[in-house]
């Protein structure tokens, strides 16, 4: 069992940067890939970014050179710094863990075990 929990998000405004971090426990890093997902108001929830235990990484064109996922895995825990932020970048963050590690980084909410209860990021014009 893995439990995953978000902190970090709040309100900012455009051009402005936070980060999220994502503490997970029950667990061994191990072979596992992390991932943050949004949900935006009204929409679906997308594939944001995702590393797997060895440090490969892929991110969402929308967010590429603006934010940067990190994990530490003798803290168990994943990061998500979020600079130059948008408007549209105002969303739910998810936290993810899939328990099996991959070549290719899974983007599809099928394809995760685990998840966080969210972490709300606002940015204001």
């Known amino acids: 069992q893995v439990q995953l929990v978000e902190s970090g998000g709040g309100l900012v405004q455009a051009g402005g940067s936070l980060r999220l971090s994502c503490a997970a426990s029950g667990r061994t890093f191990s072979g596992s890939v992390m991932a943050w997902f949004r949900q935006a108001a009204g929409k679906d929830r997308e594939f944001v970014t995702g590393i797997t235990w060895s440090g490969s990484t892929d991110y969402v064109d929308s967010v590429k050179g603006r934010f940067t996922i990190s994990r530490d895995n003798a803290k168990n825990t994943v990061y998500l710094q979020m600079n130059s932020l948008k408007p549209e970048d105002t969303a739910v963050y998810y936290c993810?863990?899939?328990?099996?590690?991959?070549?290719?980084?899974?983007?599809?909410?099928?394809?995760?075990?685990?998840w966080g209860q969210g972490t709300q990021v606002t940015v204001s014009s």
């Open positions: 993810a863990d899939r328990q099996t590690d991959t070549r290719k980084l899974p983007t599809r909410i099928y394809e995760y075990d685990y």
